[in-house]
């Protein structure tokens, strides 16, 4: 047989075209088999193992199950990810997909399709699914009658638009004809156990739809190849124990904020992580709330609850399994029927003052407003599963593999009812110190990753805590020796008080790592200045790093800042590009497609 070219033009446009179809993992898992083939040896011909899910496709036995979500933070890929790691285990062929990598036209021709979305502010659809949204919603959707699907919607009670991306989706699937397989979920904030229910669902469902039996499971060549490294055994179920190695302010009085950075120790956990990636810290709520909790409703923390098939003291429950800091709506319903609380059902026919009602006011200040007879297990019932809380990464793994390092500013303070402070981040800034131990898992954030080409210039815009994976950024840069030039911007209140990291960029500047710093303290002077206006301060140089290949990082508060932000680079391109407001919008709708224009925002 003649010898095969390594390479031809034929094979890379069909591996070009494949590479188009996977995300990350599923390019990881890719690159392990096709080597571990040539690792095994296989003869062309020869019967080699083949995983499950490419056999049943082989065979023609089952259709494709089309897995696509749409995520701002995360938790819908996750939960999408789940559902296609479980559907290939049985068997199934499974395409999985962001909505941002999926040409909406290609929806008619699917068969099969879950969607699992977020929703995200006030009922709008994540960043990535807005394309997706608005043709579906539009007249130019088509018939859809050979469509069978699922939607699974992730949102937070707590808003009045609760899953309204969700329901859009599920509403106009139903119109263009598609069959709804499942009812669809609305999973609030402590989502686990419904997606673990749907996705058991899911699965039975779609394995009958797909057709033909699933393939038995097939050995793996992943663990051949030493690069297709298998992923970390601890996960948001099952958190690493992470040693804190120092904590220390970042801020000085007479600062109105307090942040810490924090520095935890992964060593010999097997962790791995990139720059841009998430940290999940799952946090105890302070034992003080907690006494305070059962002192207002007169309870023995010691009783035991058995609760959804699990046993444990009420104060273990209150301490460690239920949110007691965050209000949701379905709690203050169901707790203002209990109660007979006409007042707290005034707030909660406005949606309005609801949300600011929200924002003020923790569990405590409800049970002792409303004060009503409740045994434990009511009491756990009725409380919201505590969730962990997602912090961005501010270390490097090129500079300190071993370590994560956080950026945590403190939420809440002293109010009319008293201290009401964030779980999580009262537990980092306040309550743990050098040597004790923080339960942590990483959540990887495909797409807010630095530009392959070093040599690409960056943006970053993150004013306060939103420097924090910028600091990761820089770091990273610097260390892999990559000399495209970085422009931070950062804001914060008062330099004196709250620049965050001061030092560490001035050596940065000193030493080239970070080319231009550009800075918006908006309490230090009469007007207020935020990192908005610095941006069109600067226009020409900003477009100009634009047409050079920028990639343009944001990074901090969903609701005003990234909004603001982005009107702000919209203005330079109208201003310095000669654009209509329309093209604008399209210039930045193209450099989201190329991932020049990445968001990590909350």
């Not at 897995?67 to 701002?72: A, D, L, P, R, T």
Request: one cysteine or more.
């Amino acid at each position: 047989m003649a010898a095969v070219p390594a390479n031809t033009p034929q094979l890379q446009g069909k591996l070009d075209a494949l590479a188009r179809e996977l995300d990350e993992r599923e390019k990881i898992w890719a690159s392990g088999y096709l080597a571990g083939l040539a690792a095994a040896g296989a003869a062309p011909g020869a019967e080699v193992p083949v995983p499950q899910a490419r056999a049943a496709a082989a065979s023609g036995a089952s259709r494709v199950l089309n897995i696509w979500y749409g995520s701002e933070t995360g938790n819908a890929r996750r939960v999408a990810e789940a559902l296609a790691e479980d559907a290939r285990g049985k068997g199934l062929s499974v395409k999985l997909a962001s909505l941002a990598d999926v040409r909406p036209q290609q929806i008619r021709k699917q068969e099969l399709l879950t969607l699992v979305v977020s929703t995200h502010g006030e009922g709008d659809p994540p960043e990535d699914a807005e394309d997706f949204h608005e043709f579906l919603l539009s007249d130019k959707a088509p018939k859809l009658s050979d469509l069978q699907y699922a939607v699974f919607a992730l949102g937070d009670s707590s808003y009045e638009h609760f899953c309204q991306t969700g329901r859009d989706f599920d509403a106009a699937l139903e119109k263009l004809g598609a069959k709804r397989v499942l009812d669809r979920v609305d999973a609030d904030v402590d989502f686990e156990n419904a997606a673990r229910q749907w996705r058991e669902q899911a699965l039975e469902r779609f394995s009958e739809l797909a057709g033909g039996e699933p393939a038995e499971a097939a050995p793996s060549h992943l663990q051949l190849v030493g690069e297709a490294k298998a992923p970390s055994r601890w996960t948001r179920e099952e958190p690493f124990e992470a040693e804190v190695l120092a904590s220390h302010p970042l801020t000085v009085a007479p600062s109105g904020k307090s942040v810490h950075h924090i520095e935890l120790s992964i060593e010999d956990s097997g962790i791995q992580y990139q720059a841009g990636d998430s940290v999940g810290i799952w946090a105890d709520n302070d034992p003080a709330l907690v006494e305070e909790v059962l002192a207002a409703t007169g309870l023995d923390g010691s009783q035991a609850i058995e609760y959804e098939g699990q046993t444990r003291s009420l104060r273990d429950w209150l301490g460690r399994h239920r949110e007691l800091t965050q209000l949701s709506r379905p709690f203050l319903e169901q707790y203002a029927e209990l109660a007979q609380a006409d007042a707290l059902k005034a707030v909660l026919a406005d949606a309005t003052q609801l949300r600011d009602w929200i924002k003020d006011h923790q569990v405590i200040d409800v049970l002792r407003a409303w004060p009503t007879e409740l045994d434990g297990r009511r009491l756990v019932s009725l409380l919201r599963g505590l969730t962990p809380r997602m912090y961005s990464i501010a270390s490097s793994p090129a500079d300190t593999p071993d370590e994560i390092h956080l950026t945590v500013a403190t939420v809440g303070g002293e109010t009319e009812q008293g201290l009401r402070v964030g779980t999580a981040s009262w537990y980092l800034n306040r309550r743990i110190e050098a040597g004790d131990r923080v339960r942590l898992f990483v959540e990887e954030n495909p797409r807010f990753r630095l530009p392959e080409d070093g040599q690409a210039p960056v943006i970053m815009i993150g004013p306060g805590t939103g420097v924090a994976p910028f600091r990761a950024f820089v770091t990273e840069r610097r260390a892999l020796g990559h000399d495209g030039s970085n422009w931070l911007f950062f804001g914060e209140q008062h330099r004196r008080t709250d620049f965050l990291y001061q030092l560490e960029w001035q050596r940065h500047l000193k030493s080239g790592a970070l080319d231009k710093l550009s800075l918006a303290f908006s309490r230090d002077q009469a007007e207020k200045v935020y990192v908005q206006h610095r941006i069109r301060q600067q226009a020409a140089e900003f477009h100009q790093w634009l047409e050079a290949g920028a990639h343009i990082y944001v990074c901090g508060d969903a609701n005003r800042m990234a909004p603001d932000v982005e009107a702000a680079i919209r203005d330079v391109l109208v201003a310095q590009g000669g654009l209509s407001e329309d093209a604008a919008g399209d210039y930045l709708k193209q450099l989201r497609r190329e991932g020049r224009y990445q968001k990590d925002v909350y």
